[in-house]
Every structure is written in C-alpha cells, then in structure tokens.
Nanobody, 123 residues
Framework: QVQLVESGGGLVQAGDSLRLSCAVS????????MGWFRRAPGKERDLVAN????????YYVASVKGRFTITRDNTKNMVYLQMNSLRPEDTAVYYC????????????????WGQGTQVTVSS
C-alpha cells in the first residue's frame, strides 16, 4: 500500500500561482503512475494530470494544459503540481493518487489516495 499526504492548498486570487506537494511513502514506486485529481463542489472527482514515476512522462487534461505542471522528485519521494494563472473554476479539493495507468484515466484506475487539500480561487 502507498501512503500519500498532500499539502500546499490555500486561498488565492485569479491569476495567482500555487504549488501543491504530495509526500509518497510505503513501497517502491517503479512503474507507478502518480496522479493529481480534483473535485469541485457538486461534481465528480476528475483527473488533472499524471506522471510516470520512472520515466517522468506527463499527461494533462485540456483545461489545465499550459497552466499546470506536474513533476516528481524520485530522491525525495515527492510529487508536485505547479498551478499558474489560476482561475475561479480551478476551485476544488485536490487529491494525490497512485496507480498503474498513464494518460487519460479516471479514479477507478487508482488504488491509493491522499486526504486532499483545498484550493480556492477568488475572482
């Protein structure tokens, strides 16, 4: 089992930046895929981006491409989500997750989840 702990959420204004962090522990992560998801009020939990732990290949959904960057630090067992040019519609609880499938995926493809961190973007 993989343990995931997110941090870095907060309240910002539109156009600001935030960096979310996810501390990963529990087992070796070779060939794992680490994902960032978000759940906006009244909506389902959707993929934002994911990254292959070993290769560093990254995938983004269209709504965040060019604004968000997912990275990982293998030496520190950390995954990051740099969010720039934030918009009110980015307001959500953001979750870090561990799975095996890269690219366009949904929450059923991920077995392990963090507790989430709130991001609120005011207009």
């Amino acid at each position: 089992q993989v343990q995931l702990v997110e941090s870095g959420g907060g309240l910002v204004q539109a156009g600001d930046s935030l960096r979310l962090s996810c501390a990963v522990s529990g087992r070796t992560f070779r060939n794992y895929v680490m994902g960032w998801f978000r759940r906006a009020p009244g909506k389902e939990r959707d993929l934002v981006a994911n990254i292959h732990w070993t290769s560093g290949s990254a995938y983004y959904v269209a709504s965040v491409k060019g604004r968000f960057t997912i990275t990982r630090d293998n030496t520190k067992n950390m995954v990051y989500l740099q969010m720039n040019s934030l918009r009110p519609e980015d307001t959500a609880v953001y979750y870090c997750a561990a799975g095996r499938k890269f690219g366009p995926t949904d929450e059923d493809d991920y077995a392990d989840w963090g507790q989430g961190t709130q991001v609120t973007v005011s207009s």
